[in-house]
């Protein structure tokens, strides 16, 4: 099935680093979110972005949506061990009202604790 | 607010069975899709629900099939499983079209 490219597929971090992750595609979408996903458990959504351009934060997170609608960013400041864990991007052709709501999911970004 | 809960968690089952799996939305959520989610494929849409029928459907087989609720609960049907069927199955339900929320997932195990 459609994909997105996720990159990069898995990184390690340091407390207090800066992390940055990015998803691009070749079709558009209206809406790009960002999940994560601990082991055993199922994603839970972190942020959502509506407007090309767009740059939302939640805590230490910020994400913004391309301007070309084809891409979007993920940054994690100042990194803490519960960072840890599998980092999906996910885009969605559906407005509010439509019919075309499926997710499409980026492979993810594993983040590790460097030893 | 309760979250989205899926039944049960963990499931094992041999070849040629049929398996099936139970989601509730979260309270006024109306939609609910379905995704699989696997090593190798990562996570795939298999199919939406919005007041009881099937609004949007992904690339899996006839053996995957679905089904909605007046309350919006949803079941997800898989008959004559095969090893390739092994996989956590996440469901998520969300109000027409905004963020998806997602289940804890039912991890399917097939012998």
């Given amino acids: 099935g459609q994909q997105l490219n996720q990159s990069p597929q898995s990184m390690f971090i340091q407390e207090g680093e800066d992390v940055s992750m ?6 558009i979408f209206n809406t790009w979110l960002w999940y994560k996903q601990d082991p055993g458990e199922g994603p839970v959504l972190l942020i959502a972005l509506y407007k090309a351009g767009e740059l939302t934060s939640n805590g ?8 070309t609608r084809k891409d979007s960013f993920l940054n994690i400041s100042a990194s803490i061990p519960s960072d840890v864990g599998i980092y999906f991007c996910a885009g969605q ?3 509010y ?3 075309q709501g499926n997710l499409i999911f980026g492979k993810g970004t594993k983040l590790s604790v460097k030893p | 607010k309760a979250g989205v809960t899926q039944t049960p968690r963990y499931l094992i089952k041999t070849r040629g069975q049929q398996v099936t799996l139970s989601c509730s939305p979260i309270s006024g959520h109306r939609s609910v899709s379905w995704y699989q989610q696997t090593p190798g494929q990562g996570l795939q849409f298999l199919f939406e629900y919005f ?23 949803s079941e997800m049907n898989v008959s004559t499983l095969e090893l390739g069927d092994s996989a956590l199955y996440l469901c ?5 079209n ?3 929320f997602f289940g804890p997932g039912t991890r399917l195990t097939v012998l």
């Fill in chain 1, 60 to 67: 230490r997170l910020t994400a913004q949506f391309g301007t």
């Fill in chain 1, 93 to 95: 052709l559906g407005y």
């Fill in chain 2, 92 to 96: 998520a339900s969300s109000r027409e």
């Fill in chain 1, 22 to 27: 990015n998803c691009t595609s070749s079709s």
């Fill in chain 2, 98 to 100: 905004n963020e998806q």
């Fill in chain 1, 97 to 99: 009202g439509g019919s």
């Fill in chain 2, 51 to 73: 007041s009881e029928t099937q609004r949007n459907k992904g690339n899996f087989p006839g053996r995957f099939s679905g089904r909605q609720f007046s309350n919006s609960r």
